[in-house]
């Protein structure tokens, strides 16, 4: 009569069984990983919110509001493409017969 042993991959083996890995270091490295990204994003945190600050601080130290400033820019944007544009059409149709003429 034969016995045969099972294998629960509990014991160490020098045979070529499968991949054998201790659970403790896999434990250790997982935790440090855990605890690396905890910091990360701490640091995330303290970071944006020195950032939000300053840059609250400097909006409110401008002369002219920010929406004021886009307020403005609009409508310089607006008056030049509109003075552009009438001027690009009158070149146009003020321009002599001949200069109108197809290029052939």
């Given at each position: 009569?034969?016995?045969?042993?099972?294998?629960?991959?509990?014991?160490?083996?020098?045979?070529?069984?499968?991949?054998?890995?201790?659970?403790?270091?896999?434990?250790?490295?997982?935790?440090?990983?855990?605890?690396?990204?905890?910091?990360?994003?701490?640091?995330?945190?303290?970071?944006?919110?020195?950032?939000?600050?300053?840059?609250?601080q400097w909006?409110?130290?401008?002369?002219?509001?920010?929406s004021e400033?886009?307020?403005?820019?609009?409508?310089?944007?607006?008056?030049?493409?509109?003075?552009?544009?009438?001027?690009?059409?009158?070149?146009?149709?003020?321009?002599?017969?001949?200069?109108?003429?197809p290029v052939?």
């Amino acid at each position: 009569m034969t016995t045969t042993r099972r294998n629960t991959g509990t014991e160490n083996s020098t045979g070529g069984g499968g991949l054998q890995v201790r659970s403790g270091p896999l434990v250790s490295a997982a935790a440090l990983v855990g605890v690396g990204g905890l910091i990360a994003l701490v640091g995330i945190a303290i970071g944006g919110f020195h950032l939000l600050s300053a840059v609250r601080q400097w909006v409110s130290e401008m002369e002219v509001p920010p929406s004021e400033l886009a307020k403005q820019k609009l409508a310089q944007a607006k008056a030049a493409a509109a003075a552009a544009g009438a001027a690009g059409a009158d070149a146009w149709q003020n321009a002599p017969a001949d200069s109108r003429a197809p290029v052939s």
